[in-house]
């Protein structure tokens, strides 16, 4: 076989379930503006995927406008990046299941995520749940995306997308699909819940405290600030000095994020500081950062006909890098075409 070469592309999304937080900012939105002036970006609003668990139909229409508003007011800009919703690009959910049929079910068994998920109750979730890595490798493959930046804990799907592409390309004796890379890097790839400094910060927690909502007002971000769980030791002045405090390396790790500075040279400057002293700091500084998104956000979604239209756009934009290799890659199944 030999290796084509692939152009340098760019494919990420975020599920529309629940509202938009501070783990998928920092974690995800912030780090693809920055990549979209590098290379050309397709950023996805992956609605098929949220419906793997249980959404009610209002929320999750509302829930994917304002996932796309919280990208354009980060700085996503549709007349650069490729910007729409992914249940209206069909090929989406067809490669899907073309890769339903390369994949082994043993390797969906070895999946962290659906166990983690799943749990105990694992014949009851959907079989959309199971199968969801396996939409994924097509999310990221329809494009030929060659870089995937993703938090740690989409690293092992992103592998599997790999295994996938390989196995098809090695089935059919083609080397149709590149071999995407994970893309992880930044202080804050991974957001820890407020209360719970072991617990990725997530949509769905009990409790409000525990996450950062984009949507969130200068006041609610200097309560939820000021109650994030912590210790009652100062700050080091060395990151090393912090391994065991998980709440506090949090907190040093968002505020080097917003701040787009390391977390050494975050420490350094707090070093011998209380929480008294660093926790306000924070969140003034979230307020300084967040307010000018938030306030965007609420003046894009006031408008949800001009966001339906900018993701139908999107669409369009997308359907011509994604529908011809779906073609293609019917052409190398052996499904017949008129
Ligand atoms: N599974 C990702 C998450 O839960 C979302 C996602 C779906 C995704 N398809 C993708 C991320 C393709 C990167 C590339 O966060």
């Known amino acids: 076989?030999?290796?084509p070469t692939f152009t340098p592309r760019v494919f990420s999304g975020i599920k529309p379930s629940g509202g938009l937080t501070l783990g998928n900012y920092l974690g995800a939105i912030k780090r693809w503006?920055?990549?979209q002036g590098q290379m050309e970006s397709v950023y996805c609003v992956v609605d098929l995927h949220a419906i793997t668990v249980w959404q009610d139909p209002a929320e999750l229409r509302d829930g994917t406008r304002e996932i796309a508003a919280g990208m354009i007011a980060s700085g996503i800009d549709p007349s650069k990046s490729i910007l729409f919703n992914q249940s209206q690009v069909s090929a989406h959910?067809?490669?899907g299941w073309i890769f339903?049929?390369?994949?082994?079910?043993?390797?969906m068994n070895r999946m962290t995520q659906f166990k983690d998920k799943a749990g105990s109750n694992a014949e009851k979730v959907s079989l959309g749940l199971y199968a969801y890595p396996s939409l994924m490798a097509a999310d990221i493959l329809l494009y030929h995306a060659t870089h995937v930046p993703?938090?740690?804990?989409?690293?092992?799907?992103?592998?599997?997308?790999?295994?996938?592409?390989?196995?098809?390309n090695h089935d059919f004796g083609e080397a149709f699909f590149p071999l995407t890379e994970p893309v992880i890097d930044g202080p804050a790839t991974r957001v820890m819940n407020l209360r719970d400094g072991t617990k990725k910060m997530s949509k769905s927690g009990e409790s409000d405290m525990e996450r950062i909502n984009m949507l969130d007002d200068a006041d609610t971000l200097v309560k939820k600030f000021k109650k994030a769980k912590t210790d009652p030791e100062p700050l080091p002045d060395n990151l090393d000095d912090l391994a065991g405090r998980a709440e506090a390396r949090n907190l040093i790790d968002i505020y080097a994020a917003l701040d787009d500075r390391t977390p050494e040279a975050v420490i350094t400057e707090y070093a011998g500081a209380g929480w008294g002293k660093f926790k306000p700091a924070l969140a003034d500084l979230s307020v300084a950062k967040l307010a000018p998104i938030s306030t965007e956000m609420k003046r894009l979604m006031n408008d949800p006909a001009e966001i339906d239209r900018t993701l139908a756009q999107g669409a369009q934009k997308a359907r011509e890098i994604a529908n011809p290799v779906l073609e293609r890659t019917y052409d190398i199944v052996g499904l017949l075409r008129g």
């Open 1 to 3: 076989m030999t290796a």
């Open 33 to 35: 503006v920055d990549m």
């Open 93 to 95: 959910a067809e490669l």
């Open 100 to 107: 339903n049929c390369v994949s082994r079910v043993g390797w």
């Open 150 to 168: 993703v938090g740690e804990d989409q690293k092992q799907h992103v592998e599997l997308t790999r295994d996938i592409a390989s196995k098809f």
